[in-house]
């Protein structure tokens, strides 16, 4: 048993019993690299991570590598989920270096944390113009003690490198229609107009830019937006990206038809794409969006919620093949027509197999197929569909289930209490309300200490040891400002402004451009501050779009000013790399319709207000926050909405007002009005 022992991270756990004699990150493992004078290798991962477990296996778990790595390096493990900061840190390190990135990361450096020599995966014997990790090893121990003037100029040099790519997007002004405009024109030139998505192999699901298209055809009315947007959504739920009989997506295809995931599911990005769906159902209506919103939910709930009310991070790709023992990627999820008729009859069998696309040579590996939905399926009936799929998730839930890292972390959980409220809201289950209710209830009484600072993560309960970063803070309050909308609890947007205050207090630069860390965090060799959009929204982007709700739920100027100007990055961007900022570009469509503040008055058991409630929810408009709650009394009680300040019952009536860029619409108690109101503005 190493150092690792006892240390909360599931990820890190898995290596409390390597031979390698790993250090969590800390002041104590330099200290001992500086005492002995050897370099430090550092080992970046996570749970849900393939090659990271397969290095882990075929290295750290070996016993001649472990000696040697013990002898001449101190070694430290990270997980990259619990600290995006230092993962931010030297992955640009590693990407300037060699042009890629990705994980397991490796990285060797000084004392001083100055990194000299990176990599990614190393295989244990030499392959694919790849060198093993022993021979890297070696060249590294080789270059410490043979050339030290040299390594130490390296690390010198390459710290400069990287202070000298310090942002300047502070002066790039605020994104307005043009540069929305021009950012569709790109992604318009990277569209696959066959198979849907951005781009070639491999493939990622483009939850951030999804919302862009759907916002900006709100907006504008722009069918093109519409129609990207629908074909892409269409083309994942049909694919094996998409779990067919268990719901919830992994987390990218290895191919450009979305048919062979990379197995892993990912909280992020499951909340990010219910949400996607669920606001595709909201735009077209569409049948297929509703039912993969709702699954992806319901997936969520059942097999990421942990007894804490909170969402685990991530089901591992990996899982024990119930035939052979073996750990291997995609067992828990292929199938073969062989294994379909067992489970369910020769006739219903071979529907299954032609409904899913299971075929005799596979799709997959070792002739195995992962469920899609391909055209031209057998012609089955919901009930039939139905009944096939809840006998096939009955019986592979008796096969081997992927390891579940369940530590709970900020921001995916404040995405997650977004997408459950809104479903909740948009398709009439109340239990989904509440499963996102008692996520933030989690957050706010184990994340959340008494000067409103965020924890990065908990586990079982109890709060981990770091520093929540900026992607915590924005994720979290759009969580929050989520949840208040849909149950007009006011509690949840003051504990926003909580947060979005901290935001503006410890995380923003003169210029108005943001931080990854806190002002007073610790101290890396470079501070992270990454705008990009890429797996989930960056901390940047996040934080801006809760500024901006809470602008408008508040009319305060400060919170508009500090998101104008935290987008200035979107003007920058949006037109050169769209795909990179989709998160960013959705915010400013926000920003440039308004966004639209909506009011309901009424009283709670009022079925008029529920009604006008529900219509304002479902209203297109980017970005609208919506408050529902009591009239404003005549002393100036009632109303937890600083929106529903002087907001009164129309002829006795439940009734909505909306604004936008300072002027106000007629109130209206007309649902049909309301809709209108918050319908797409045509040019």
Known sequence: MNRLAGVTSPY??????????????????????????????????????HWCHVM??????????????????????????????????????VQAATGQ????????????????????????????????????????????????????????????????????????GTPGPEELAQALLGLTREYDESRGG??????????????????????????????????TCEAMARGGIYDQIGGGFARYSVDREWVVPHFEKMLYDNALLCRVYAHLWRATGSELARRVAVETADFMVRELRTGEGGFASALDADSEDPVT????????????????????????????????????????????????LPPGGAGLDARQVADIRARLLAARGGRPAPGRDDKVVAAWNGLAVAA?????????????????????????RVHLDGRARLARTSRDGKAGPHAGVLEDYGDVA?????????????????????????????????????????HDAERLIRRPQDPTDTAAPS???????ALLSYAAHTGSEPHRTAAERALAVVHALGPRAPRFIGHGLAVAEALVDGPREVAVVGHPEDPARAELHRVALLGTAPGAVVATGLPRAADGSGGEFPLLADRTLVGGVPAAYVCRHFVCARPTSDPGELAEQLGAVRP
């Open 420 to 444: 459950l409220a809104e479903c909740g809201a948009y398709f009439d289950r109340p239990d989904l309300i509440e499963r996102a209710t008692e996520a933030a209830d989690l957050l706010v």
């Open 101 to 172: 990135g990705g994980w397991p990361m490796t990285v060797f450096m000084n004392a001083e944390a100055e990194p000299f020599y990176f990599g990614t995966y190393f295989p244990p014997e030499p392959r694919h113009g790849m060198p093993s990790f022993t021979q890297v090893l070696e060249g590294v121990r080789t270059a410490w003690t043979g050339r030290p003037e040299e390594v130490a100029e390296v690390a010198r040099r390459i710290v400069r490198d990287l202070a000298g790519r310090q942002l300047d997007y502070g002066k790039a």
């Open 478 to 518: 759009e969580g929050f400002l989520t949840l208040a909308a849909v149950t007009g609890e006011g509690v949840w947007l003051e504990f926003a402004g909580l947060l979005v205050d901290l935001v503006m207090a410890r995380f923003t630069a003169e210029d108005g451009s943001l931080y990854d860390t806190a």
């Open 325 to 372: 023992g073996a750990h291997v990627e995609g067992a828990y999820y292929a199938w073969t027509p062989q294994e379909l008729r067992q489970v369910l009859g020769e006739r219903d069998g071979e529907l299954a197999a032609a409904w899913f696309g299971v075929t005799e040579e596979g799709t997959f590996e070792h002739g195995k197929s992962v469920l899609q």
């Open 539 to 545: 901390g940047w982007t996040a934080a801006a779009g």
């Open 198 to 231: 951005f781009g070639g192999a491999p493939k990622f699901p483009p939850s951030m830019v999804l919302e862009f298209l759907l916002r900006h055809h709100a907006r504008t009315g722009s069918q093109g937006a519409l129609q990207m947007a629908a074909d």
């Open 12 to 49: 890190l756990l898995q290596h409390a019993d390597n031979p390698v004699d790993w250090w969590p990150w800390s002041p104590e493992a330099f200290d001992e690299a500086r005492r002995r004078n050897v370099p430090v290798l550092l080992s970046v991962g996570y749970s849900a991570c």
């Open 56 to 93: 882990a296996h075929e290295s750290f778990e070996d016993e001649p590598t472990a000696v040697y790595m013990n002898e001449h390096f101190v070694n430290i493990k990270v997980d990259r989920e619990e600290r995006p900061d230092i993962d931010a840190v030297y992955m640009e390190a």
